[in-house]
């Protein structure tokens, strides 16, 4: 199994070079800002209540989060492994990801951190927001309160990964495709 975090700030690109990684690499995808969204087109419970969060920008519970990845994993236990896309964004999430994939004989095998300036992020997200129809790409307020909980509760996670050496920061400003090729060629030397 190879499994890799895809780390960075809102509107880093983690999901268009999500899409890429995983034809290239034939890995399962989890995202759970697009696990919490399906759950709220659903109309569950856990949608509608995760929802209340998302809508202010803020990080949903962590029991919450850990419990719908530990679903999905459940699931695609036969996956060659997986990308991790906004998750883990808490020690506590780090914490509980090692473990379960304790469970199943497996580890964190490289984290990559798309490293891009907080002025083109609010551009991104804003223009996102225009054909995305997200609510919490509309408003400004809501994407810097993304930022501060971020900054406060994710950006730890650099330290925490950077310490047991399977941290790399990526250029994410540029091209997609040249982005794309940076994160290859990062993958490639961690698995050969
Ligand atoms: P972005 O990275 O652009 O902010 P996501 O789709 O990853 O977008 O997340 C959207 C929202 O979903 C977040 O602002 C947060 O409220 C919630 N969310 C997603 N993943 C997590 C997580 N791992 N822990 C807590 N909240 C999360």
Redesign the pocket.
């Given at each position: 199994m190879f499994n890799l975090i895809l780390f960075g700030?809102?509107?880093?690109g983690?999901?268009t070079q999500s899409e890429r990684l995983i034809a290239q690499y034939q890995l399962a995808h989890i995202?759970?800002?697009?696990l919490?969204?399906a759950e709220r087109k659903a109309g569950t419970e856990l949608g509608e209540q995760?929802n209340e969060?998302?809508a202010k920008?803020?990080?949903?519970?962590?029991a919450?989060?850990i419990g719908m990845v530990r679903n999905y994993i459940v699931d695609h236990r036969e996956a060659s492994g997986f990308i991790f896309?906004?998750?883990?964004?808490?020690v506590a999430?780090a914490e509980a990801l090692d473990s379960m994939l304790h469970e199943f004989d497996a580890r964190i095998d490289a984290v990559l951190g798309l490293e891009v300036e907080e002025d083109e992020l609010v551009k991104r997200?804003l223009l996102r927001g225009q054909s995305s129809g997200r609510a919490?790409?509309q408003d400004e307020a809501t994407i810097r309160n993304?930022f501060q909980?971020y900054m406060n509760k994710t950006l730890p996670l650099q330290s925490f990964y950077s310490e047991q050496n399977k941290y790399h920061g990526v250029e994410g400003m540029g091209e997609i495709e040249s982005i794309f090729d940076s994160l290859c060629q990062q993958i490639d030397r961690v698995r050969s």
């Open positions: 700030p809102p509107g880093a983690k999901g995202s759970t800002g697009d919490l969204r995760a969060y998302i920008g803020e990080l949903v519970p962590d919450v989060v896309d906004g998750f883990p964004r808490t999430q997200l919490d790409d993304r909980e």
